[in-house]
């Protein structure tokens, strides 16, 4: 089994980096992404082993897209410049300071993004125009999105913001028969995201364990079919939708009186409610530190990442989370 599964994964990410012959061999992305040309791929596409383990998971993260921590495509850090998810800002801290008050890290659990480069205006959320171009042999995101679910097998899918969450749905809903990393034998249909409000009145709401609305937007049966496929039962969908966790939203910096620190507290609860609920875990006391290997041990990470990852996580300590 754990043979089978690693290979889904590696189908997926041959696929995903068809456009990119380099990438075939270096499944931790330990080199920049290239053209066919030698030239190095202006938008990577952050999805490899830094992305979490190539393993079944209890927990999938859904984010919006990869950032340059302000760069607009140029700086050194966030997800477009180290190729690790969440990689250097202080959306990034604050995620690694949510994953440690619930007994997980980036080697446990894997961290994806509705759409997994760089948006053409240099961070941000992506457009549905962006959602719908081609990444490698995939059609659009919605399809690499889909097969990322089914490759990891959560028990819980955490949704970091609306554009996740919608993008999503969107996935796991549409007309898609591809089996997991493989050409489809006809064009995928269109790409559509949800209304926020279809997605409220389907029983949404954040920081609340939902499980899936069936009658509001059933599973496609592509993706029915992969799953069963994979791991032999039938889908379980539960979907926790957080608040982004980005600085806009909350803040290592901010006093212990300000939204920015109440946002993170109620993150911080409504996670450990879903992990203990969902996967049955008792949370550690005190909060354990970053660990030292794997992804934390990856060049990009103690050159670039640590130093800032360590004080963001400290300021929160002295905030009292």
């Known amino acids: 089994m754990t043979d089978a599964v690693e290979a889904r994964f590696r189908d997926i990410f041959r696929a995903a980096h068809a456009d990119h012959a380099a990438c075939a061999n270096d499944e931790w992305l330990n080199q ?17 082993r830094r992305n979490g383990p190539w393993t079944r998971v209890p927990v999938l993260w859904v984010g919006a897209a990869p950032g340059n921590a302000g760069g607009l495509g140029s700086g050194d850090l966030g997800a477009h ?25 980036r080697n446990s659990t894997f961290i994806v993004a509705a759409y997994n480069r760089l948006p053409d205006r240099g961070g941000g959320e ?42 999503l749905i969107a996935a796991l809903t549409r007309p898609w028969d591809a ?13 559509r995201l949800p209304g ?23 599973l496609a049966a592509g993706f029915v079919a992969a799953w069963r496929a994979a791991w032999g039962s039938e889908p379980h969908v539960r979907v926790l939708p957080l608040l982004h966790p980005s600085a806009q939203n909350m803040s290592p910096f901010a006093g212990r009186h300000t939204l920015f620190h109440k946002r993170m507290l109620e993150t911080r609860d409504a996670l450990a409610a879903a992990v203990r609920i969902v996967l049955r875990r008792e949370l550690p006391d005190p909060r ?34």
Not at 32 to 47: E, F, I, K, M, Q
Not at 92 to 97: F, P, S, Y
Not at 179 to 191: D, F, K, L, R
Not at 204 to 212: H, K, L, S, T, Y
């Open 288 to 321: 354990p530190p970053l660990p030292q290997e794997g992804i934390y041990g990856l060049p990009e990470w103690r050159e670039r990442i640590a130093e800032r990852h360590t004080r963001y996580d400290e300021l929160w300590r002295a905030g009292g989370v």
């Open 196 to 218: 926020t409000a279809r997605v409220a009145a389907a029983g949404f709401r954040r920081g609340q364990v939902v499980e899936w609305p069936v009658e509001a937007f059933p």
């Open 81 to 105: 410049a180290t190729r690790i998810p969440f990689g250097g800002d202080i959306a990034g801290g604050n995620l690694d300071v949510l994953l440690s008050s619930v007994g997980l890290d």
């Open 126 to 167: 992506p457009t549905t125009r962006e959602l719908a171009r081609p990444l490698g042999a995939y059609p659009d995101s919605l399809a690499l999105l889909r097969d990322t679910v089914v490759a990891t097998g959560p028990e819980l899918i955490v949704t970091l913001g609306q554009v996740g969450l919608r993008t």
């Open 179 to 191: 089996p997991v990393g493989q050409p489809a034998q006809a064009p995928a249909p269109p790409v």
């Open 32 to 48: 920049p992404c290239r053209n066919p040309d030698g030239s190095l791929v202006d938008r990577p596409l952050v999805w490899s």
